[in-house]
């Protein structure tokens, strides 16, 4: 059973920075891909982010790429974004989300991971 339960989420200036976590077990985190998605009421859900089983490889969307960071908190056994430079475009809910194949071909799409949070969300506004 793998459960990912998502924080961090908040209302900030645009500029800001913030850290979203997604708590999940050790098994899980050292097993599965695990990626950040976020979607917006009526469009479909986007790639932001993803950090590999193996290797610990990550990729990143072109609109988030030099200002998100997506990592593994051994200690805390947490996946984490941090972003900086918030812009009101990255409003969202924020999904976390984790598959345990590797096909570097669909790591971006949504439908290569059957497991997701609840989401938490992320407001970037003045």
């Known amino acids: 059973q793998v459960q990912l339960v998502e924080s961090g989420g908040g209302l900030v200036q645009p500029g800001a920075s913030l850290r979203l976590s997604c708590a999940a077990s050790?098994?899980?985190?050292?097993?599965?891909?695990m990626a950040w998605f976020r979607q917006n009421v009526g469009k479909e859900r986007e790639f932001v982010a993803a950090?590999?089983?193996?290797?610990?490889?990550?990729y990143y969307s072109d609109s988030v790429k030099g200002r998100f960071t997506v990592s593994k908190d051994r200690a805390k056994n947490t996946l984490d974004l941090q972003m900086i430079g918030l812009k009101p475009e990255d409003t969202s809910i924020y999904y976390c989300?984790?598959?345990?194949?590797?096909?570097?071909?669909?790591?971006?799409?949504?439908?290569?991971?059957?497991?997701w949070g609840q989401g938490t969300q992320v407001t970037v506004s003045v």
């Open positions: 950090i590999r089983r193996n290797g610990g490889y990550t």
């Open positions: 050790e098994p899980t985190l050292r097993r599965y891909t």
């Open positions: 989300a984790a598959t345990n194949t590797e096909i570097l071909s669909s790591i971006r799409f949504a439908s290569a991971y059957p497991h």
